[in-house]
């Protein structure tokens, strides 16, 4: 059984401010978090069934996972620019995936809460409202890829829980505001994580791949007016819709996803 990791920062326990989140007196501290909480996963994965684990560092450069202390059993995907960005990989044949450390969609109530880049405001497929944990679900449902778990602050575990149904969530911090945030102690977010993993896994035959019925019709505003007539002017088939959103359509869910990541 093969089970595919896509792992960001923004949603780990003790992160609550952009700062800890790039380069600078934090971030190493950030890098240690962010990669036990993935440790915590693959060996609930393991635990539950798993033979192969697959983790694809998707947060910013995409080099922050401490590979040296990584569950040996786990191979990782690191460095950015890649095809399928956050979901790299998942097109692999896998069973199932986990998303670690998400976060809220932009201009919801979550820590740090965005939708890939700081320039976007919002983002909408088919009249749904998605964060990064929606679109990349959606994505791996193009594979026949089941979401199956996801952890960040209570807020990123209700809007999974809303958009994907019965998916196996775990909370490692409340939010109070976009920067503030109580984390559960470490130790039992490990444990946590790693049991909810493992009882996923086990039960993966419980969970469907999602998918939202084609053609698929995307709009997406931006925080700058600017990159709205960038966007229609360079890219085919968008166009602008009002000074801030842009639309896109098409019959392939992957054409509209990649539309996005040259836009985000």
Do not use: W
Not at 103 to 112: F, K, L, T
Not at 199 to 216: D, Q
């Amino acid at each position: 059984m093969k089970i595919y990791i896509s792992a960001d920062m923004e949603g780990i326990a003790g992160i609550v401010h952009g700062d800890q989140t790039e380069e600078g007196p934090e971030f190493m501290q950030s890098r240690k978090l962010m990669t036990e909480e993935v440790n915590a996963a693959i060996r609930g994965a393991f635990s539950g069934g798993a033979t192969e684990v697959l983790v694809n560092d998707s947060h910013n450069t995409m080099r922050n996972i401490i590979i040296e202390d990584l569950d040996h059993r786990a191979s990782l995907i690191s460095g950015n620019k890649k095809p399928l960005s956050m979901m790299e990989g998942v097109d692999m044949g896998f069973d199932g995936v986990i998303l670690v450390g998400y976060h809220a969609r932009a201009g919801a109530p979550g820590v740090i809460s965005h939708t890939y880049s700081g320039i976007i405001r919002s983002l909408k497929i088919n009249g749904y409202e998605l964060g990064e944990a929606g679109l990349n679900g959606l994505v791996a449902g193009c594979f026949n890829v089941p979401l199956i778990m996801a952890t960040g602050d209570d807020k990123l575990c209700e809007e999974v829980r809303a958009f994907f149904g019965e998916v196996e969530t775990v909370a490692v911090k409340r939010y109070i505001t976009r920067s503030a945030a109580q984390s559960r102690p470490l130790k039992e977010v490990y444990k946590d994580i790693e049991a909810t993993a493992k009882k996923a896994v086990k039960g993966i035959k419980n969970f469907k791949p999602k998918r939202l019925e084609g053609p698929y019709a995307m709009e997406v505003a931006f925080q700058n007016i600017i990159l709205t007539d960038m966007a229609a002017a360079r890219i085919p088939g968008v166009k602008a819709i009002d000074s801030s959103t842009i639309s896109f359509n098409s019959t392939e869910f992957l054409d509209v996803f990649k539309v996005f990541l040259n836009i985000s």
